[in-house]
């Protein structure tokens, strides 16, 4: 038996082991009283779960599974013997949430396109110095600006392409080296809970809350996801320098003179472009309470601008993460159905009857999406504990929300557990075990930081 058989054999069993535990625990747990919509939404964030956490097929092909299930099961007067109005679970895809971070892909293939990310890069590793304690911090906190407006995934892909030469040269017994990957791997992370487009989890957040009538823009979310993810970059950065740069011998960045530039003039005029337009589209996202305009309605500017212009073509928007919208849609769509099904209210309550109090509520539902976070995708995670926090805590539907984003974002104990891990990891730099200070660091101080955060700005 080949290789590429024994794999599709092993997720075969994963997607069958999945379906079976779904079934079983969908008849253990569902109640007499349930109806029929109630019962199928239970198994389908089951069997979802499962999928998610064996990853027998892809997460995105969860999510369009989970809307076509919706779609079938629920509005299907065969199999419900009360059929929905099902066309809100498909309608996610149009949410304001998902165009917000399609104009952020915009602008961060526009921003790779022309190099204007390696020019940052550039630009900090100059200003920076040789000193390797200012050569961390520097490239710490361009890394977290970065990820603030291109995905984690993608800003921490860039990042490794442009101090690949270094780490090549300093070698994987450097402590620079070390500390750098690190570095970089947190700082994305923490980057990506500033602001509503930095990470999907955060999209989550914001599209449950407008299921629930109560919109978040985008300085709003700044507000709390910027203070956190400086402090969260400041305390990391702090560690990490006494851990490993000991050795305090000059950095030297020769590489930097061998890195080709292009002065071409449609070049030059593309840069122009992208920069004039990520000044509109920022500028216009942090005046949103001036103008009035809808953050998601701002989207408009990158998206029209940057195609019309040719900035970006046709191979550049088939390159875009499609995948990402699609598992964020699915997962506004399973949060959507729960909540409308009444089983997030009626599970909730019998957490309420508990009657713990508010904050060691908030602190167990973020310390449990962090702990899941880290064994499944965090916008998974943030799918299912969202929803559940906020029938759980009714009184504080929008802190609860913001919470368990943040939470979800502080998981970076495994090589697996984000990918941008996955990416510092594939360099042959790191090892396993090397994740371990940054995951516990971050993984204790992010929940209880996020908490002190959300509700003293609140």
């Known amino acids: 038996m080949d290789e590429f058989t024994k794999i599709r054999l092993l997720r075969l069993g994963k997607f069958l082991l999945s379906l079976f535990l779904a079934v079983g625990l969908t008849f253990l747990i569902k ?19 499962g999928l998610w956490l064996t990853e027998a097929i892809p997460a995105f092909a969860v999510s369009l599974f989970i809307i076509a299930f919706l779609v079938f099961a629920l509005g299907n007067k065969y199999f419900n013997s009360a059929p929905e109005d099902i066309a809100k679970y498909v309608n996610t895809f149009s949410s304001s949430v998902i165009w917000l971070m399609l104009g952020g892909f915009f602008l961060a293939s526009a921003m790779t396109k022309t190099k204007l990310d390696q020019a940052l890069f550039r630009f900090t590793l100059k200003i920076s110095g040789t000193n390797p304690r200012n050569l961390l911090i520097g490239l710490m906190f361009t890394t977290m600006v970065a990820s603030m407006m291109m995905s984690n995934t993608a800003t921490t892909a860039m990042v490794i392409a442009a101090v690949t030469p270094l780490l090549a040269s300093l070698g994987k017994k450097s402590g620079f080296t070390k500390a750098l990957l ?15 487009i930095g990470t999907p989890p955060n999209a989550i957040a914001a599209g449950a809350l407008e299921n629930a009538g109560m919109s978040i823009n985008f300085i709003d979310w700044m507000k709390y996801g910027l203070p956190l993810s400086i402090v969260l970059t400041s305390i990391c950065c702090f560690v990490l320098i006494r851990l490993y740069l000991r050795d305090k011998t000059p950095i030297s960045l020769d590489f ?35 103008h009035g305009i809808k953050v998601a309605a701002v989207c ?64 167990i539902l973020a310390f449990i999406t962090m702990l899941v976070s880290n064994i499944m995708s965090n916008t998974a995670a943030s799918t299912v504990m ?7 805590l009714v009184g504080f539907k929008s802190e609860i929300a913001l919470i368990i984003a943040f939470a979800a974002s502080s998981s970076i104990f495994l090589p697996v557990s984000s990918p941008t891990n996955a990416i510092v990891f594939s360099t042959g730099y790191l090892e396993q075990k090397d994740f371990r200070t940054g995951g516990i660091l971050l993984g204790v101080l992010g929940p209880v930081l996020a908490i002190l955060c959300v509700l003293l700005i609140s």
Not at 38 to 44: A, D, M, N, P, T
Not at 182 to 196: C, D, K, V
């Open 31 to 49: 109640e007499p009283g349930f109806n029929d919509s109630q019962g199928y939404v239970l198994f389908l964030l089951f069997f979802a779960v």
């Open 256 to 290: 930097l003179k061998e890195q080709t530039k292009d002065d071409s003039k449609e070049f030059l005029r593309q840069r122009r472009i992208v920069t004039g337009v990520i000044i509109v589209t920022v500028g216009l996202w942090l005046t949103t309470s001036l």
């Open 300 to 363: 408009a500017v990158p998206l029209v601008i940057l195609t019309l212009t040719r900035v970006l073509d046709g191979k550049d928007i088939q390159r875009l993460p499609w995948d990402t919208l699609l598992l964020v849609a699915g997962g506004l769509s399973l949060g959507l159905a729960l909540e409308d099904t009444g089983l997030l209210s009626h599970y909730g309550q019998k957490l309420i009857d508990f009657q713990i109090s508010s904050i060691v509520m908030m602190l």
């Open 182 to 196: 690190l570095g970089i791997a947190i700082a994305s992370t923490t980057g990506g809970m500033g602001t509503i």
């Open 386 to 392: 969202i929803p559940l926090g906020m029938a759980i």
